[in-house]
């Protein structure tokens, strides 16, 4: 009989803990696509996405991001802050139509960038994060929409898988990419 209700309680503390996190990805977002994102990533285990949007408290939305600046039209999505210090991660409008898989992928990177700039490092490791969880949840006999999100994550994950110990070709990307070496020099300039 202890035995029973020693199961029977552990089911129900684990149904609960389940039922609980499932709702709090409510706390992320209002919107139905990103939310069904959100619990795509929970269904695979993604705790590092779920721990990184926790601790910085992000809100996740779909924003035109050239409302934020021109040069960021074309970007897939940005980490920031508003007025008040709040964190968003900004999803491109352009973008709210693609597989919810990929708007994980995109939600997943932009997860692990902490502060207002990125460095080398973070964004090598947000970039890695993207290209794993594609590699994840790609379904393996669909046809995604020929996007340039698309084939950022295929290239991304190509450039994952051949990478090795002593070559990181992911980082190698970003290294050789003008709109990192900018941000990184600004960093330089400002002494950080």
Known sequence: MLKRVTVLLACLFVLSSSCAFAMNVKCFSDDVKIRQALT??????AR???DNLHENS???IFYDLSQVSFSYANHFAMNTTDNWGDRYILI???YKNAPVEQIACLIAHESCHKGKV????EETRATRTEARYWQVLKQRNYNYPNTKLTARLNS???LENV???NHDYIQDRISNSGFYKEQLVLRERKGF
Not at 40 to 45: A, E, K, S, Y
């Open 40 to 45: 795509m990533l929970d269904d695979i285990g």
């Open 58 to 60: 992000v809100k996740i």
């Open 156 to 158: 991304l994950a190509n």
């Open 163 to 165: 990478s090795t110990v």
């Open 92 to 94: 491109n409008t352009k």
């Open 118 to 121: 990125a460095t080398l490092s």
């Open 48 to 50: 590092d996405v779920f």
